[in-house]
């Protein structure tokens, strides 16, 4: 026979390709995208059309089509107009069904992992069985096979559309009955009504779960049932010795006499029901506790059912596709029964026509976790409904519970977020049927790094490593997109350490101070962005007239320890808002005098992590550039005074003082913008340009010096950049001057993606 798949890329449709070509059928299918499935099954004889066309039909016998052709595909249309049979995928599941003893793994919840452990515990049980599930098990090898020799044929039911009145199985295993689907049923009832003649056609064994109402008010009492469940009435019951996050050890009772201990390679309570409705299924049927016992333990999950991402020292990410709220509710009590420090659950609604009918249900449902992320819903395919979003769901979780909640609508936006909120100790979900898992996927590769960082400060004095920093905080300006890596050693050696792992890793490095002079584009910055502060860098020395200070101490620190002491010379530093590692760097300057007219020495890590020190004489500093420090990172510097009169001093700190009080403003700003050309102050230049005062979106000329901008707030590096532009190109065209910056501009436009 030829048969033609309409779809054949889908999960289900797939399977049933393979399955007809294992049966000996001629078989062609189409779809509108190709996938390593389809490539797959063209290795095994399918002939494969893409994109779909009226011809690919020709021939056919029968044309089978998945429920996501909707009407108006052309092929479809085609089959249609020629008279070819069209039938439904789980029809032509029942139709291969009745070839073997068909075993239907039906329910809400659990179906893709109870028919994988069903077809695994009988399979190693030496029944060879076939297998029809919805999603690629490793263990299983594809997610349909077809074994001449064997009689079973267990296959997982769907019920979202009615077809599973389509089967006429010899087992029927009952999982869990709640309302579900409800774009197709209208209430819980018309979703029994199927279950029963399911059941009706059902003539061997009926498994169903006793501990839920439903499936029991339907299955108990019927012809050969078998009931399963936490109670030692039940036909099947277990008692569990203990929950690990990747095995759950149970003892396993079959009419209250216990058969043994059972080591189940899933985590999860109801996990050990679904494995339970597998073990009364294969025992009924003959298999042997040991065998069951051996499947058991090597059985591994699907991907993405409590998918381990990441097990470090500090962190963990689980991934779950869990996307109703039982799921949800059972992933996560999986999840707290781990006992982590934190539980951060990063949540992808699916669907708008399920959030909004179950938001209620999802409101109560995420009670275990403590920092909640809602992203955008993921539409499968459907038009978005007003008013429905990822806020539906936050907003039900605030009225029911007091759930930390943010709102993340990106998948970018939530690895910001996340990465940025989590601490050591904590376990991150990502829940949902769509694309979240993208996010763990990426957050686990940069924690493996965080986690490396930190146990190297652990040795060091300690320090702080973060994920996706953002730079607005360490700026004065208050702008600059996420540091991937943001560390703050304490002590030299661990900043030492920090920069050889990095080389190590092929990490770029930067180095900033207190962000005075820096303006940090809004894509943020690739790679680590090192903060030596505190501990060992906060340190201000004076001896004599010489002043020994750390990287991270401010100017105004040591300005006042220098008056303290009776030495003079640093009165200027008081009018600057950074610390001495940036003013090194950059030889920064006021009221005349600058940095490296202090600076006798400096010692600085070098680029392979060595400590090093250099005399003033062999440094070249420029007018607010030192291109010495561009590679080389500066830890501390001796610098020298001369002895003065305490008055003196006073004085001049207060000229230095009044002299920012009054020419400079006290909004957010990154000092000056322009370095001084020769002929003209940028300042003096910029205001008569006329630019003082005008605006870029929130990033403003000051109206009290020229050569700041200030940020009103909520600026973002864009209308700063376009400034520059414009004023570089003003003072271009109007005065032929080349205005060069004195503001540090470091990062990317561009979100750095996942
Ligand atoms: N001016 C104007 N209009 C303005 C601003 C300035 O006409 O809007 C005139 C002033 O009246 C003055 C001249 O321009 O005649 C220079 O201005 P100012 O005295 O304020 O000094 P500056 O050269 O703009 C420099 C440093 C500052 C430092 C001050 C104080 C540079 C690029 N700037 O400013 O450093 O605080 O001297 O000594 O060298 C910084 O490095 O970030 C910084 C702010």
Redesign the pocket.
């Known amino acids: 026979m030829r048969v033609h798949l309409i779809g054949v890329a889908g999960s289900g449709m797939s399977g049933l390709a393979s399955l007809f070509i294992e049966l000996g059928h001629t078989v062609s299918g189409s779809d509108k995208v190709s996938t390593l499935e389809t490539e797959r099954l063209e290795k095994n004889g399918l002939t494969f059309h893409c994109p779909q066309n009226e011809r690919e039909v020709e021939g056919a016998d029968m044309v089978i089509y998945s429920s996501a052709v909707k009407p108006g595909n052309l092929a479809y249309e085609a089959a249609y107009k020629q008279g070819i049979p069209l039938v439904r995928r789980a029809e032509a599941l029942a139709a291969i069904m009745s070839r073997k003893h068909g075993v239907v793994v039906a329910g809400t919840h659990g179906k893709t992992t109870t028919s994988s452990l069903a077809a695994h515990v009988l399979r190693v049980g030496g029944m060879k069985p076939s297998h029809y599930v919805g999603a690629e098990i490793p263990i299983l090898g594809t997610n349909a096979y077809w074994d001449h020799a064997g009689e079973l044929f267990v296959v997982e039911g769907d019920e979202s559309d009615g077809t599973l009145t389509n089967f006429q199985p010899r087992h029927a295993i009952v999982l869990n009955i709640e309302a579900e689907h409800l774009d197709f049923y209208e209430d819980i009832h018309a979703i029994k009504a199927v279950f029963r003649q399911l059941l009706e056609k059902t003539s061997g064994l009926t498994v169903y779960c006793a501990e839920d109402p439903v499936a029991t008010e339907l299955c108990q009492g019927r012809n050969k049932s078998v009931g399963y469940g936490w109670s030692l009435e039940h036909d099947f019951s277990a008692r569990i010795i203990e929950l690990r996050p990747s095995q759950t050890e149970f003892e396993v009772f079959d009419s209250g006499k216990s058969l043994g201990i059972i080591t189940l390679g899933i985590p999860g309570k109801h996990n050990v029901l679904n494995a339970l409705a597998a073990i009364g299924l294969a025992t009924r049927l003959g298999v042997e506790f040991a065998k069951i016992q051996q499947a058991l333990t090597s059985f591994r999950g699907a991907r993405r059912r409590f998918e381990v991402k990441h097990q470090g020292p500090h962190f963990q990410i689980i991934d779950d596709y869990g996307h109703h709220p039982t799921e949800v509710k059972a992933t996560l009590a999986t999840a707290k029964a781990l006992n982590p420090k934190r539980i951060v659950c990063l949540f992808q609604p699916h669907r708008f026509t399920r959030t909004q009918l179950l938001k209620t249900e999802f409101g109560a449902a995420f009670s275990d976790v403590d920092v909640l992320c809602v992203t955008d819903v993921y539409a499968a395919s459907e038009k978005p409904l007003p008013g429905v979003s990822g806020q539906t769901i936050i907003d039900e979780v605030r009225a029911q519970s007091r759930v930390e909640c943010h709102s993340t609508p990106t998948m970018l936006e939530a690895r910001n977020k996340i990465g940025h909120l989590l601490q050591p100790g904590d376990l991150l979900i990502t829940l949902g049927a769509g694309n979240v898992h993208e996010v763990g996927t990426c957050l686990a590769r940069d924690l493996k790094v965080v986690e490396s960082l930190l146990d190297l400060l652990k040795h060091e004095g300690g320090g702080v490593v973060k994920l996706y920093e953002p730079m607005a905080n360490h700026t004065t300006i208050r702008i600059g997109g996420p540091a991937q890596y943001w560390i703050e050693p304490r002590t030299i050696s661990g900043m030492q350490e920090i920069v050889k792992f990095l080389r190590g890793a092929s990490i770029p490095i930067r180095v900033i101070g207190r962000g ?2 820096l303006l940090v584009r809004d894509g943020g910055i690739r790679g680590a962005v090192i903060h030596p502060s505190k501990g060992e860098f906060d340190e201000v020395i004076v001896q004599d007239n010489f002043i020994t200070a750390g990287a991270g101490a401010r100017l105004k620190k040591i300005a006042s320890a220098a008056k303290a002491a009776g030495i003079g010379g640093f009165e ?1 530093m008081e ?2 808002p ?1 610390n001495l590692g940036g003013s090194l760097r ?1 030889n ?6 600058q940095t490296f007219d202090q600076v006798v020495s400096v010692r600085f890590i070098d680029a392979n992590g060595e400590i090093r020190e250099k005399w003033k004489a062999e440094i070249k500093a420029n ?2 550039s030192v291109p010495e420090f561009d590679q080389h990172y500066a830890v501390s510097a001796v610098l020298q005074g001369h002895a003065a009169d305490p008055a003196d001093i006073a004085a001049k700190l207060e000229a ?1 003082h009044s ?2 009080r009054t ?2 403003p006290i909004a957010a700003s ?7 050309p020769e002929t ?9 340009l006329g630019f ?1 005062g005008q605006s870029r979106g929130p990033a403003h000329v ?7 901008i200030v940020n009103n707030g909520g600026a973002k590096a864009r209308n700063v950049l376009d400034m520059i532009a414009d004023i570089k190109q003003s003072a271009l065209t109007e005065r032929g001057i080349t205005l060069e910056t ?2 540090q501009i470091i990062g990317q436009d561009e979100p750095q993606g996942m």
Not at 670 to 676: D, E, L, S, W
Not at 680 to 688: C, H
Not at 702 to 708: A, Q
């Open positions: 005075s002079n200027w009018g600057i950074g950059m920064a300057g006021a009221m005349g005098a007018y607010r230095s002299k920012r020419s400079q990154a000092g000056c913008i322009f370095k001084n003209t102050p940028a300042g003096m230049l910029v205001d008569q003082k000051s109206e009290v010096h020229g050569n700041f004195e503001v």
